[in-house]
């Protein structure tokens, strides 16, 4: 049996509980875009645990995963067989011109050090036409009011106009600006858990306090389905953004 990737907080992984909020909120914009690709040639960059790769291989697409950590290849080669799985710089696409319809790159560009870079080899890896489909937390929301990010693997957090700016430096024009919110339960247990369901679990988790059991339970029973995608992402929790590459 496979065993499954530690928890480190750089990556969010399933099956743990505690994790599991976290979890479903990256799952929902894969479930977001699996039929948009299905039968279409596809790059993960950045595929952590590998569970996305999976999804969208499950639904049709023929993908190809990359990730510069040797834990996580490893691992999605023994877990995912369906995906191939490829070890390998973000920097640096170790993928010919106009190589794939499309690309996905969910929660990873906050924890580059050279953004422009990365986007510039997945303009080129593109096909004339293909899309890039792109998430990442919304800085205005994730660290309200500060430049510096909270998470400690992040490097750069960026808004809807950054994100759309970096984008277009690069030859990608934004099709779309959705974002993930929470839908009307997970807005329910931020009113039951003092005003932010987020801050609960944060704050606890900070002070190495164990959780009390209503957290806990709410936590664990988290679905995707709990979160919104839909357009004004300026004010979502996550963005999420499709940009194309010009024909010909």
Not at 34 to 55: D, F, H, I, N, V
Not at 68 to 85: G, K, L, N, S, T
Not at 208 to 226: F, K, M, N, T, Y
Request: aromatic content about 8%; glycine content about 8%.
């Amino acid at each position: 049996m496979c065993e499954s990737l530690p928890l480190t907080g750089e990556r969010t992984v399933p099956g743990i509980p505690e994790e599991n909020y976290w979890f479903r909120r990256h799952e929902i914009a894969y479930l977001a875009i699996t039929e948009r690709y299905a039968g279409k040639s596809l790059l993960e960059a950045g595929s952590g645990e590998g569970y996305g790769a999976a999804m969208l291989a499950g639904a049709g697409a023929n993908v190809t995963a990359l990730d510069y950590d040797e834990q996580a290849v490893a691992h999605v080669r023994a877990a995912y067989p369906q995906v191939r799985m490829l070890h390998g710089n973000l920097a640096e696409l170790p993928l010919p011109d106009d190589a794939v319809d499309a690309v996905v790159n969910f929660q990873v560009i906050e924890h580059l050090w050279d953004q422009s870079q990365f986007l510039a080899e997945v303009a080129r890896v593109l096909r004339p036409g293909g899309e890039l489909a792109i998430s990442t937390p919304n800085r205005v929301t994730f660290s309200p009011g500060r430049d510096t990010p909270l998470n400690p693997f992040h490097t750069r957090e960026l808004n809807s106009d950054e994100l759309a700016e970096l984008l277009d430096d690069v030859g990608l024009t934004v099709t779309e600006k959705l974002g993930v919110f929470h839908g009307s339960r997970l807005c329910d247990l931020d009113a039951r858990h003092g005003g932010s369901f987020i801050d609960a679990q944060i704050e606890r988790s900070l002070a190495g306090e164990p959780w009390p059991d209503d957290l806990s339970r709410d936590v664990a029973d988290v679905i995707a389905a709990d979160f919104d995608i839909r357009a004004d992402a300026p004010d979502s929790l996550d963005l999420l953004f499709y940009a194309r590459k010009a024909d010909g």
